[in-house]
């Protein structure tokens, strides 16, 4: 499946939707390796299959695998921070501010690509996920790369369109079953 094929599988009431994503897969303010690192790690993060296989149809002449693999890794270890410090941002008790962590996330360190592509990765997966201490992290690391406010909202806009059709084919879905 391809993005056109995803296109395609969006029902004519979302018609929003498919003309989003087909800008924002044209949308040249971010460089390839962050726009489709983007589009790859949202897709993870939403989690449905023919977003997935879309999404990674798309990319497979474009990315290096060290980039699949970063995208790829930041919708994991988001997958996990996000729940985590949503957790501790939205509590009422403060201790929990001042306890460490104690979860692995070794790959933020290290994630075989560019810092700030990673990052950007990571705000796209934390703005679908909801956790706004990650987005304000994230973001704010951004900025100390020199990335604009243009380039990190592009991220969110891959990352909300491919969030909204996910939602819309899982609720075809379960109108089909």
Same mark, same amino acid.
Do not use: C
């Given at each position: 499946m391809s993005l056109e094929a995803l296109k395609t599988a969006v029902p004519e009431? &979302?018609?929003?939707?498919k003309l989003n994503?087909?800008?924002?897969? $044209?949308?040249?303010? +971010?460089?390839?390796? @962050?726009?489709?690192?983007?589009?790859?790690?949202?897709?993870?993060a939403v989690g449905v299959p023919a977003v997935?296989?879309?999404?990674?149809?798309?990319?497979?002449?474009?990315?290096?695998?060290?980039?699949?693999?970063?995208?790829?890794? &930041?919708?994991?270890?988001?997958?996990?921070?996000?729940?985590?410090? $949503?957790?501790?941002? +939205?509590?009422?008790? @403060?201790?929990?501010?001042?306890l460490p962590a104690k979860l692995r996330m070794n790959v933020i360190a290290n994630p075989g690509v560019d810092k700030a592509d990673f990052e950007l990765w990571s705000l796209a997966v934390s703005a679908i996920n909801g956790c706004g201490a990650c987005i304000d992290s994230h973001e704010a690391e951004l900025r100390r790369h020199g990335v604009s406010a243009e380039q990190i909202q592009t991220a969110v806009r891959i990352a909300s369109t491919l969030n909204a059709i996910a939602a819309v084919l899982k609720a075809e879905s379960a109108l089909a079953a």
């Open positions: 009431y &979302a018609k929003d939707l994503l087909s800008s924002l897969a $044209r949308e040249t303010i +971010l460089d390839d390796q @962050k726009k489709w690192g983007t589009f790859l790690a949202s897709a993870h997935v296989r879309a999404v990674e149809a798309e990319i497979a002449d474009t990315l290096s695998p060290e980039a699949i693999s970063a995208a790829k890794s &930041a919708a994991a270890i988001m997958g996990m921070n996000n729940v985590y410090y $949503r957790f501790v941002h +939205l509590s009422s008790a @403060k201790d929990y501010k001042t």
